[in-house]
C-alpha cells in the first residue's frame, strides 16, 4: 500500500467511527454506556440507576440456615466415615 492508499484507508475508518459516535450520541446508548462507566455528560455526573435491595423473610432466612446447617452436616459425616476406611 502507497501512502495515498494507507490515508484513505485511515479516513474511511474514521468516517465510520463517526458514524457510530453520532448513532450513540443521539440514541441513549451513550449514556447508558456513561453511567455504567460513572462517565461525567454534559457536565452533570450520571450514576447507574439503584437497585432495591431483596428483603427475605425471617421464615426464609431460616430456611436457608437449616438447609446449610443441614449440607455441613453431611460433609462431617463423610468426613467422618471415610476417617474410619
Excluded at 22 to 36: C, E, I, P, Q, V
Excluded at 40 to 45: A, E, H, I, L, Y
Excluded at 50 to 57: A, G, T, W
Amino acid at each position: 500500500m502507497n501512502r495515498t492508499e494507507i490515508i484513505a484507508a485511515i479516513n474511511e475508518e474514521l468516517s465510520k467511527l463517526q458514524r457510530v459516535r453520532d448513532l450513540l450520541n443521539r440514541s441513549n446508548g451513550y449514556k447508558a454506556l456513561a453511567a455504567k462507566a460513572g462517565v461525567k455528560t454534559g457536565g452533570k455526573s450520571v450514576t447507574a440507576p439503584v437497585r432495591k435491595k431483596r428483603v427475605l423473610s425471617a421464615e426464609a432466612r431460616n430456611r436457608i440456615a437449616q438447609a446449610q446447617k443441614r449440607r455441613w452436616a453431611k460433609q462431617r459425616r463423610e468426613t467422618a466415615a471415610a476417617a474410619k476406611k
